[in-house]
T-cell receptor
């Protein structure tokens, strides 16, 4: 089945540690996105990539980093510089055509203790 | 900068009681307006894409409409299984390929 796979579903980390969230898609989409969702704030864009080896900062990129070495994969690293990393993280992908919809993974809930 | 405002924040309906959710937007050149449904703890599920004013799309009890400034998601005779958060998003010509989301409307349908 085609889709987007995020792993793990739940992740616990100690404060000060970096952590990497995985996102893989087999939809042959060029564009991929990372969003953060907090209660009452909706989805906020962290980073997006329209093509392999290229990515742009979104609205809240500070404390995060990404890579796009393969079309299918867009991992997100939450660094120790992120002041409030506990959140629900969502990965999405779409065709590069701006009129097409994005499809989402099932999310990773990160809790930093 | 693209902006999306959804109202109401929360809506409680009785089963069979039809209503509408609103999505107001400002965007530099609309490339698409998107509606999603999100269940608790899950990723958003795509519902509709609308491209131009006057366009309408339907799926089961849901109907989405679009004007130059807002979109409505009409829910006809809702059932408890329609309970979810409904998200609206836009993609404009000025922001690369990124989607801008509203904060959503949390819908609860009761028996």
């Amino acid at each position: 089945d085609g889709g987007i796979t995020q792993s793990p579903k739940y992740l616990f980390r100690k404060e000060g540690q970096n952590v990497t969230l995985s996102c893989e898609q087999n939809l042959n989409h060029d564009a991929m996105y990372w969003y953060r969702q907090d209660p009452g704030q909706g989805l906020r864009l962290i980073y997006y990539s329209q093509i392999v080896n290229d990515f742009q900062k979104g609205d809240i990129a500070e404390g995060y980093s990404v890579s796009r070495e393969k079309k299918e994969s867009f991992p997100l690293t939450v660094t120790s510089a992120q002041k409030n990393p506990t959140a629900f993280y969502l990965c999405a992908s779409s065709m590069r055509d701006g009129g097409t919809e994005a499809f989402f993974g099932q999310g990773t809930r990160l809790t930093v203790v | 900068e693209d902006q999306v405002t959804q109202s109401p924040e929360a809506l409680r309906l009785q089963e069979g009681e039809s209503s509408s959710l609103n999505c107001s937007y400002t965007v530099s050149g609309l490339r698409g307006l998107f509606w999603y449904r999100q269940d608790p703890g899950k990723g958003p599920e795509f519902l509709f894409t609308l491209y131009s004013a006057g366009e309408e799309k339907e799926k089961e009890r849901l109907k989405a409409t679009l004007t130059k400034k807002e979109s409505f998601l009409h829910i006809t005779a809702p059932k408890p299984e329609d309970s979810a958060t409904y998200l609206c998003a836009v993609r404009g010509t000025g922001g690369g390929n990124k989607l801008t989301f509203g904060t959503g409307t949390q819908l609860k349908v009761e028996l």
